[in-house]
């Protein structure tokens, strides 16, 4: 396994490796769990693997948590070398927005709602970074998570709109065993909290049971979500039926066309969670 913190470095072994086929990404902030671990055993599939953890300032708020995001570059380097992924990207903050950096990526609608509107400028970073990175490891296959729904939706439209010439694959969210979706912001969470946390899944299970008993008023589902949530959290940002394409509010309610996305805060850690209706 090989580890870079040049990002020109990091480009020209992707660049020597891409001559002989396939190379896969993830990109991560680091922290790994299992939900970047499925990620990752899909990647090595290809002729070559590439991981970076970069905790990407751009992409949060000033009254956010970058400070103190969770961190353990040893312990996710192990993890990697494990899984067989070859080449790890480590960049700075400094070597990736160097002094006079300039251009970033505007998203469009798809990035106004939701996270979006909780998190202004978060997009922002999030396509800038995702394009860098692209650009970076000239991979053929980029590997994200339907966790960050929203996130998967915008990176996708990037790809097209920019004729990137990489695949974006989503893969499924993984959980705990009793459905909390696992999180590197779950680390914050005391075990009181965690109990609560809980009810975002439970939500989501609520609305889906609802939905299999027939039920296609929105309001109705998002309220079923929504009671559980609404007892346990300290306080709900959205919890919101939507469109599975175009994240606006939905015309026809239909299973799998339809996502339920949601965002609330247990003390002082936001998490977000979404399942797709009748799947
Ligand atoms: P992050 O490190 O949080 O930026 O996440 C890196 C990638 O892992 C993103 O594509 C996430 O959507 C994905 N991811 C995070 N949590 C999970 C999970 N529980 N299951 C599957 N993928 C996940």
């Not at 993830?26 to 599939?45: C, D, I, N, W, Y």
């Not at 590439?50 to 993890?79: C, H, K, M, T, W």
């Not at 394009?131 to 790809?159: T, W």
């Not at 339920?260 to 797709?276: E, K, W």
């Amino acid at each position: 396994m090989q580890i870079f913190d040049c990002p020109r470095q990091f480009q020209q072994a992707c660049l020597s490796a891409r001559q002989k086929g396939e190379l896969a990404l993830v990109p991560t902030m680091g922290f790994l769990h299992e939900g970047h671990q499925s990620l990752m055993r899909k990647a090595v599939e290809h002729r070559t693997s590439a991981l970076s953890i970069f905790v990407n300032p751009s992409q949060f708020g000033p009254q956010e948590d970058l400070a103190r995001y969770p961190r353990n570059l040893e312990r996710d380097l192990d993890i990697a070398r494990e899984l067989g992924i070859d080449l790890v990207f480590v960049p700075e903050p400094a070597s990736m927005y160097p002094k006079g950096f300039d251009t970033w990526i505007e998203p469009g609608s798809l990035s106004l709602p939701l996270e979006g509107q909780e998190r202004p400028g978060h997009f922002r970073g999030v396509v800038t970074v995702v394009l860098k990175l692209l650009n970076l490891a000239q991979c053929s296959h980029a590997y994200f998570g339907q966790k960050d729904f929203q996130q998967l939706a915008i990176i996708r439209r990037l790809v097209l709109d920019f004729d990137l010439p990489c695949e974006i694959v989503g893969l499924p969210t993984i959980r705990e065993p009793d459905g909390l979706a696992l999180s590197s912001r779950n680390a914050y969470l005391s075990p009181e909290e965690r109990e609560r946390a809980l009810s975002l899944s439970k939500g989501l299970k609520a609305a889906q049971t609802l939905f299999a008993q027939g039920e296609r008023d929105p309001v109705s589902l998002e309220q079923a979500a929504r009671k559980d949530i609404e007892k346990a959290a300290d306080s709900v940002d959205y919890v919101s039926l939507r469109d599975v394409e175009s994240l606006q509010v939905p015309q026809v309610i239909e299973a799998g066309k339809v996502v339920l996305l949601l965002a609330a805060r247990v003390g002082n850690t936001r998490l977000i969670d979404n399942a797709v209706l009748g799947l």
